[in-house]
């Protein structure tokens, strides 16, 4: 049995109804003074409330039928998340003079658009992820470069036949390209790029705070504002002890504030632990967290949830062909181990001792294995 269906089956033996207890006592007792005297255990008939035709066994607990399954099994990790978005940025201003312009919190800059303004002249946001650190001009080369070509094509200012996307040299092409979109934004068509002029980031921007104030000066190397992605993600703050059990790949289903469901995969499994909690350092009310990023199937579906709390469940194991029983179907034996009591078209009862696989704690069921139990067969649980 893997680690995953040992804890399970612990959880799962404390969940066994003490209304039966009786009834496996009974069942023991049986058993054993039959064996004593050579009789055959499997024939003994009990009926549903715990009485037999041939002997008797008192149980007060009402009991009811349901059938053995055959199919697939999923083991869950369910846990409280957030929405939020990927990737946070801090915008470093590099332009010397005035601020004029600045985007609200909540505005989304796309490539090519104005970030914000100094001196009346636009800082654009272009999209790449090595920042901008140096002017750009005709006969130099480089990732900035590349980033510039590819963004220049993106933007429609130069076909991919006029000017190579992949290309990382600064040639007339580009420089051509340059002039045009120094033209789309009302600045001197000079062809070259000025380091004030522009900032790269890896995404569009979604500005979360802005620290640049209109009419303050503007110095270089100061941050104007911060900003994340627009791509939103799931994140989980995951007890440490559950870590292992929780992989890059696994499939999730994120319950949203109205209890409507979306489907997402985890992406990112952090590896360091964050120890929270009133007892931090004495050990005492201390929790240990990793950050496990869930990525969304459909991120239109949170609508313009942000900061919203959710329930996300995490497949984290899978069996098929299993045959299934409700978790409350298990009678705890007193020597170990467990069974289910079985009763055929006849109506004979047959304690069967059952091997555990694996658990699916949120809908009760677990996977059996015993000599002679197979789907269709009908097991005793308490009634509901």
């Known amino acids: 049995m893997s680690m995953a269906s040992a804890e399970a089956g612990g959880t ?136 510039l070509n590819a963004d220049l094509v993106a933007l429609d200012l130069a076909t991919p036949a006029q000017l190579d996307p992949s290309s990382d040299y600064f040639g007339t092409a580009t420089a051509m390209a340059v002039e045009r979109m120094q033209a789309n934004l009302g600045v001197a068509q000079t062809g070259t790029i000025a380091l004030s002029q522009v900032v790269f980031l890896p995404t569009a921007a979604r500005i979360t ?16 504002l911060q900003a994340t992605s627009t791509t939103k993600l799931v994140i989980v703050q995951l007890d440490a002890a559950l870590q292992a059990g929780v992989k890059v790949g696994d499939k999730a289903t994120i319950t949203l504030p109205d209890n409507s469901t979306t489907p997402g995969t985890v992406s ?35 609508g313009s949830l942000d900061q919203a709390p959710v329930q996300v469940a995490i497949t984290t194991a899978r069996v098929d062909n299993a045959l ?35 658990f699916d704690d949120g809908d009760g069921l677990v996977q059996v294995n015993g000599a002679g139990l197979s789907a269709g067969q009908h097991v005793v649980v308490p009634a509901t």
Do not use: C, F, K, W
């Not at 005492?284 to 950050?291: K, L, N, P, R, Y």
């Open 324 to 358: 299934i029983v409700p978790v409350t179907a298990l009678l705890a034996l007193a020597g170990g181990g467990y069974a289910v009591e079985t009763v055929d078209a006849q109506g004979v009862h047959h304690l069967v001792p059952v091997t555990l696989g694996l």
């Open 268 to 302: 990112n499994v952090g590896t360091v632990a964050t120890s929270t909690g009133s007892g931090a350092g004495s050990g005492s009310g201390e929790t240990a967290t990793v950050e496990v990023h869930i990525a969304l199937d459909d991120p239109g579906a949170t």
């Open 209 to 224: 705070s802005v620290t640049a104030t209109l009419g303050a000066p503007a110095q270089p190397g100061v941050p104007v």
């Open 12 to 147: 799962s033996e404390r969940r066994l109804l003490a209304s039966r207890r009786t009834l496996v006592a009974g069942v023991v007792l049986i058993v054993i003074a039959l064996v004593a005297i050579g009789a055959v255990i499997g024939t003994s008939r009990l009926s549903g409330n715990g009485s037999s035709t041939g002997s008797t066994i008192d149980n007060s607990s009402s009991t009811s039928l349901e059938p053995v399954t055959q199919g697939s099994l999923t083991s869950q990790t369910s846990v409280s998340a957030t929405i939020d978005y990927t990737g946070t940025y801090t915008v470093i201003n590099q332009a010397s003079g005035t601020i004029t312009g600045v985007p609200a919190a909540g505005d989304v800059i796309q490539q090519g658009q104005t970030l914000y303004e100094v001196g009346g002249s636009p800082v654009v946001l272009l999209l790449g992820s090595t920042p901008a650190h140096r002017d750009l001009q005709v006969g130099m080369s480089g990732r900035d470069v590349a980033e």
